[in-house]
């Protein structure tokens, strides 16, 4: 809890990359992934949303970026659609990871900026702390304090800050989650590219 | 302690204490399907944040046990008569002693604060220990188990390469940018040789011609002159589509022949091949999430890198520079020792 109040005192000044101040996980923020990141397969430049038109890879692309079948399952799923001549293979092959990698990388995006947006409620709920803790502060230094007043407002500091700090941990889960997405895209590019071995 | 009267306390002293919480990456990891027949030598993984190393047959390329360490493991290696693994578990300021028959740590060793790399002399009697938090290289007698020393160098020592000869150890600093040569006889540096920004590792060819130094934030190796504590030439990397700052150089592995090197290109998820006469590089092999360290099978036939993000170990066949299979071992894998049996 001290950590907690220590925090609030400090404005929430825990953004480490000054680049990005609403940012506030650990993990440096890369604000899109990159295809040459997770993907030494064909060129998908020229698809486009040409994987949207086949009803078979958008199902399975809506399936996969799901992120609720096993990965032993989606790569099963993977190679039981990348079927046919060396060519449809190829075709099949970039018009998934192209799905795959659009949707995945927007919901990688959605839950960034939902991230930074919660960080910022914390700023606010921390200025508040903030400020309560000063009026405490000023009670405290008058030589007759309000007692009453000092209780009540402890009381209030002590529930806020509470709040904060499940808050913050909640934060912290949540910072995890774009490196889940990110590892599920790899493992299923992984799969994709190993379809076509 | 009540957490209310833990607040109550705190508001009333008005004295603040700041701990910033620090986390790592929980992952996914994946097995893949491709089998591979390999001969029988057993890879020892350490797992960073699990605090565990995994052990792998390469025979079935499968994790047949998984070893609890001391806090945050990094560097590797098997001990010169193959009878046990040295693990630095750098949070508890020691090198743990692992038997390599039950699998048990049996011994720590004195490794002064912070260990994360260290280098064997051929004879496996010294160890020498980067001390990353306290600027000094620790030797160590491997037998009787005591310090013999400490070597001041640059801020922030970390990766070490010893000469073939074992006369000069090379102990990379990550904030002064610079390689130190250290005369292991006088223990005194003999020269400085500054490579690009944040060098990771050093790696000597086995005729002794050169050392291979990687800059994790330069995303460069520089190849030095150990004669002449000259660069001669800087390897660059560059993948389409990548920015810059993805490609960061970290581990490297030369065949014993001296023909190619392996360089581990960290959150750019690939292994460079480089032409080790020319330098050039050759090809770039996708394999994990932030690959960070690798090591050869005894027989070279393959490599195996450890991807700290995606938590698991790639197969490389060297012949054919195939990525031919994916293991899944614990969280953050970070380096990688291979046994004879």
Known sequence: MAIAIELVLRGVALAADPRFPDWPCNQVKVPEISVAAVWAGPVIDDVGDAWEKDPAIRDLVARLAARRPPLEQAQKAISDVITGTESERQTKAKLLFAGLFKSLNDERSDVMRGIERYFRKQKEFSAQIRSTILQLRELQDRPDPDQSRVDELTNRVEWDTRVFEERRKTINFVCEVPVVIEQRLFALARAIQQSLE | ?341
């Open chain 2, 1 to 341: 302690m009540t957490p209310t009267t833990s607040i109550r306390g705190f508001l009333r002293r008005r004295r603040f204490h700041f701990t910033r919480t620090r986390h790592c990456l929980l992952g996914l990891g994946v097995f893949a399907l491709i089998g591979t027949q390999a001969s029988a030598f057993t890879a020892y993984v350490s797992n960073e944040k699990s605090n565990t190393v995994s052990v792998i047959d390469t025979d079935k390329f499968t994790v047949v046990n998984t070893i609890k360490v001391g806090q945050r493991p990094r560097g590797i290696e098997l001990t010169k008569d193959g009878k046990s693994v040295l693990v630095a578990v750098g949070d508890d300021d020691t090198i743990q002693v692992i038997d390599v028959r039950t699998h048990e740590i049996v011994a720590t060793l004195p490794s002064g604060p912070d260990p994360e790399l260290f280098t064997q002399d051929q004879t496996g009697k010294i160890l020498y220990v980067a001390n990353e938090n306290d600027n000094t290289v620790t030797i160590i007698d491997l037998h009787r188990r005591v310090p013999l020393g400490e070597v001041q160098v640059g801020v922030e020592p970390e990766g070490m390469g010893l000469s073939p000869d074992g006369k000069i150890l090379v102990a990379t600093s990550e904030t002064t940018n610079m390689a130190h040569f250290i005369d292991t006889e006088t223990r005194r540096i003999v020269a400085n040789v500054l490579v690009d920004a944040r060098p990771r590792f050093a790696e000597f060819k086995r005729d002794g011609s050169e050392v291979w130094v990687s800059s994790e934030i330069g995303g460069t190796v520089s190849v030095i002159d150990p004669v002449k504590h000259e660069v001669k030439k800087k390897i660059t990397f560059d993948i389409p589509g990548l920015r810059k700052e993805a490609i960061q150089a970290v581990g490297i592995s030369i065949t014993k022949d001296g023909k190619t090197g392996f360089v581990a290109l960290g959150p750019a998820n690939r292994i460079a091949v480089i032409n080790a006469a020319t330098h050039e590089v050759q090809k770039y092999l996708l394999v994990g999430q932030r690959v960070w360290h690798m090591a050869f099978t005894p027989d070279e036939k393959y490599l195996l890198t450890t991807n700290g993000v995606s938590n698991d170990v790639s197969i490389i066949d060297v012949a054919n520079l195939k990525v031919t299979k994916t293991i899944q071992v614990g969280e953050l894998p970070w380096g990688i020792a291979i046994s004879q049996q």
